[in-house]
């Protein structure tokens, strides 16, 4: 009998697919996994073989750890030791091998992707950056185990290194006291937390050495994030992304499910109420006004009731969610005058004072209310209500799914029939890519997959993507990806790759891909700027221009002066990306600007997302009626039936 060696294998960072090949062999062929508990995937212990034992190491002593393994592999057991990230990172690895190798079983050691480097990959950013910093240090701070002498913080931060602290988010305040007092940083060090990177609910951070520890604390990390601290952070090709002075997406919930990147603006009717709304708005991340009926000093607007409608009306269309903190009823009466329809209105949740109960109200897809609903819930520690058929059947309704991908509803009033279809468990055939109909309807044997319209057998399809005839009389949903025009203010002569590097960026912290992308706008001055050219060839994209005046005209949320005494308008790449996605003084389905004025260096983008195509409006008519002899028993009943309708 063989005694194979026990592997020690790096897991990686959290997401199934980081793990190294030989890793996932080892995992495949072992008879016995010890792994080390809810920081390894469980989907990664489904690959190993039927009656493989899996044992938590959690609950166990080292001793007891080394009596399981070496048993097993002195029966001739292949024995798997899976660890997180590296094992070499904090792994306690020595111990298990000199226990190991006392019984007489010998160990090799399988590498995998340190959470280190998941979170640099999540930063989007090089940790040594040319010309600033050539070193990392891989670092913690003392907790069970103590710091040897001489390696502390603040001598490591002398050195103008990078620095990533493992084990360190609990004490996040002291440590960067340290930094800055004995390490001599200035507060505008940058600084960032990586929360669970590479897993589904990962977060990032962005801050300085300064103001960080304060954003761990209201986002209320755990412990499963590294801070990284150095000027390195904010090298990526001289363009600071954190320094970006309105750049507003924090971090991002990337669960499917709950995400929502849009403005929230809060309104809360009592004290409670408004600490509610606090923890919220800390939560979320994003920056959320709150409005208060009470007075609520710093960063709270306060409103009493009698100006809260007013109030409403006024920022109505400036927020893609209205968050009521109180009794449902107070909601519902609010914004019952401002409610036109589910392809424009905004999200609107009730949650309750205690945040045991978080509503979603309206536009629950493709305003996203359902997904925000049940971030809210996660953040109170409450529960999600949502009543959305398809919801509530556990089917992904059409819209929705739009939604999740960015994209385009072009024929609105095709969603509700194809709904109906999908909740009557009728057939229907999804037309478009591949991976958009495995991503939501591979597991459901009700839709089926055409890559041609003129190939479509059922009386129903989604088109996605998808141009061509479909046999006729079959009742279809349009939908498109490109559902964004992106504005662009930049310097003359930006070099091409530089403007490529900072859009897709910024389109990636958004959430978007190139794909989304429907049209480049600027102003006319740069109609014939090479590196706009270059991308919209890159991107298939057409470009459009606008003169001065013509932008000066469209009312935009950051407009600046300096800029207008410049070229004659307040506003670039907000006005543009407004007029490249339709905007016009007299439209009622107005396009939306998702995503305000950012500054990379010299580069100002914005986006805005086109309006969903709706149902043509009813038409509309003038009825002449004669009151006869105006008293109310008199009128004729066309005439009634006339009053009442109008
Ligand atoms: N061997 C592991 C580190 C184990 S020590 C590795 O190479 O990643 C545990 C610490 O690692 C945590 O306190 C946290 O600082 C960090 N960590 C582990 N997984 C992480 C993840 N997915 N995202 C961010 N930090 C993580």
Known sequence: MSIHPVAFVGAGPGAEDLITLRGLHALEEADLVLYAGSLVNPGLLDRCKPGCRRRDSAPMNLEEQVGLMSEAALAGERVVRLHTGDPAMYGAINEQIRGLAEKGVASCVVPGVSSVFAAAAALGCELTAPDVSQSVVLTRTPGRTPMPEGENAAAFARTGALLAFFLSTGKIDVLMQDLMREGGLAPDTPAAVVYRASWPDERILRGTVSDIARKVEEAGFGRQALIFVGRALAAGGGVSRLYGADFSHGYRNRLPTEAFDGRCALYAFTDKGLSRAREIAAGLGLPCPIHSTRPGGDGVEHTPGERLDEALARKWGDFDAHIFIGAAGIAVRKIAPFLRDKTSDPAVLNCSESGAHVISLTSGHLGGANRLARRVARITGGQAVVSTATDVNGLPAFDEVAAQEHARILNAEAIRPLNAALLAGEPITFCGPRAVFERHFGALSQIVHADRPEAVATARAVLWDVEGALPDGVEHLDITSKAYVLGIGCRRGVEPLELRFITEGHLSDLGLRPENIAAVASCDLKADEPAILELVEKWHVPARFYDAATLDAVPVPTPSDKVREKIGT?????????????????????????????????????????????????????????????????????????????
């Open 570 to 646: 307040r506003s670039v790449s907000e006005a543009a990306a407004l007029l490249g996605a339709g905007y016009a003084p007299d439209v009622t389905a107005q396009p939306h600007l998702y995503a305000p004025k950012a500054a990379f260096g010299d580069v100002t983008l914005a986006l805005a997302r086109l309006p969903h195509v709706k149902a043509a409006p009813k038409r509309g008519g003038l009825v002449v009626v004669g009151l006869g002899s105006g008293a109310p028993g008199h009128l004729t009943p066309e005439t009634e039936a006339a009053l009442r309708g109008c």
